[in-house]
């Protein structure tokens, strides 16, 4: 049996089960589960396909071709009942994709506020999205990545499974991500490099210019080849270090000192 609602186009198909809004609009040839949900004012244009145990927060749209809640990409997956997390007023364009969860990521994947998915991204099973991310068209997070609040990666990129990208960071296009990226951080090159410090990222947040200078200078100290001291030595001094006591630089700290597979975007040497 097919839902019908005000806002509903009559080609469209809601199976029974699926919980939706009074205020949502659904278009035409849309199909919906029996186990989602969609929140207020949730839009699907046309021809968007959502299924699986899918969460749609109020005021998100989706455009066509679009396919959300899918099952993982993932040979391991078997069925097993996982979920995904979409939060409020995230813009989801044309042909993208976005899996659920698997038992061996927790079975959850995640996705929080305000974020613009460009035509023919995906984002893989069990990844962590924060809030404010822009991913370009055509980028392709793998499965297991953490993605935190404000970062903006570019066209045709690829980001390895289980990666972190920190808070505040621009990825240029056609990078292939397989490292972990600090926050604030500029990354660039097909095979990228760390550049130095996203400064019109912190521009847009309000950053003080000396706190600014001052992460900069944190950057040029972690990555540093000269000296005796091992990275960790030199992360636990700047820890210590009573002049780099801003949010910034404690966010880069915070960040580094979790535990992680993978290793960091450096500088080019």
């Given at each position: 049996?097919?839902?019908?609602?005000?806002?509903?186009?009559?080609?469209?198909?809601?199976?029974?089960?699926?919980?939706?809004?009074?205020?949502?609009?659904?278009?035409?040839?849309?199909?919906?589960?029996?186990?989602?949900?969609?929140?207020?004012?949730?839009?699907?244009?046309?021809?968007?396909?959502?299924?699986?145990?899918?969460?749609i927060?109020?005021?998100?749209?989706?455009?066509?071709?679009?396919?959300?809640?899918?099952?993982?990409?993932?040979?391991?997956?078997?069925?097993?009942?996982?979920?995904?997390?979409?939060?409020?007023?995230?813009?989801?364009?044309?042909?993208?994709?976005i899996?659920?969860?698997?038992?061996?990521?927790?079975?959850?994947?995640?996705?929080?506020?305000?974020?613009?998915?460009?035509?023919?991204?995906?984002?893989?099973?069990?990844?962590?999205?924060?809030?404010?991310?822009?991913?370009?068209?055509?980028?392709?997070?793998?499965?297991?990545?953490?993605?935190?609040?404000n970062?903006?990666?570019?066209?045709?990129?690829?980001?390895?499974?289980?990666?972190?990208?920190g808070?505040?960071?621009?990825?240029?296009?056609?990078?292939?991500?397989?490292?972990?990226i600090?926050?604030?951080?500029?990354?660039?090159?097909?095979?990228?490099?760390l550049?130095?410090?996203?400064?019109?990222?912190?521009?847009?947040?309000?950053?003080?210019?000396?706190?600014?200078?001052?992460?900069?200078?944190?950057?040029?100290?972690?990555?540093?080849?000269?000296?005796?001291?091992?990275?960790?030595?030199?992360?636990?001094?700047?820890?210590?270090?009573?002049?780099?006591?801003?949010?910034?630089?404690?966010?880069?700290?915070?960040?580094?000192?979790?535990?992680?597979?993978?290793s960091y975007?450096?500088?080019?040497?």
């Amino acid at each position: 049996m097919t839902i019908t609602l005000p806002n509903i186009h009559p080609t469209a198909i809601v199976e029974d089960g699926a919980k939706v809004s009074n205020s949502c609009k659904i278009g035409p040839y849309c199909c919906v589960g029996p186990e989602v949900t969609l929140d207020h004012n949730v839009c699907l244009v046309s021809h968007v396909v959502v299924s699986g145990r899918t969460f749609i927060g109020r005021g998100t749209k989706v455009w066509p071709f679009s396919s959300v809640g899918s099952e993982p990409q993932d040979l391991k997956y078997k069925g097993e009942k996982s979920t995904l997390t979409i939060g409020q007023n995230n813009l989801i364009r044309e042909c993208v994709s976005i899996s659920t969860g698997t038992d061996g990521g927790g079975g959850i994947t995640s996705i929080g506020n305000n974020c613009l998915f460009m035509l023919g991204s995906h984002v893989g099973h069990d990844c962590k999205l924060g809030d404010n991310i822009i991913i370009a068209n055509n980028s392709a997070i793998a499965g297991h990545v953490i993605i935190e609040d404000n970062v903006n990666i570019g066209g045709l990129v690829g980001v390895h499974q289980f990666c972190r990208i920190g808070e505040g960071s621009m990825i240029g296009a056609h990078a292939m991500v397989s490292k972990d990226i600090i926050p604030f951080s500029m990354i660039v090159g097909m095979r990228p490099v760390l550049s130095g410090v996203n400064l019109v990222g912190l521009k847009r947040r309000g950053s003080k210019r000396e706190d600014m200078k001052k992460l900069a200078d944190v950057f040029s100290r972690l990555f540093e080849k000269k000296g005796n001291q091992s990275f960790q030595e030199r992360l636990e001094a700047i820890d210590k270090d009573e002049l780099y006591q801003i949010t910034e630089v404690q966010k880069v700290i915070k960040f580094m000192k979790q535990e992680s597979t993978r290793s960091y975007v450096a500088p080019k040497t």
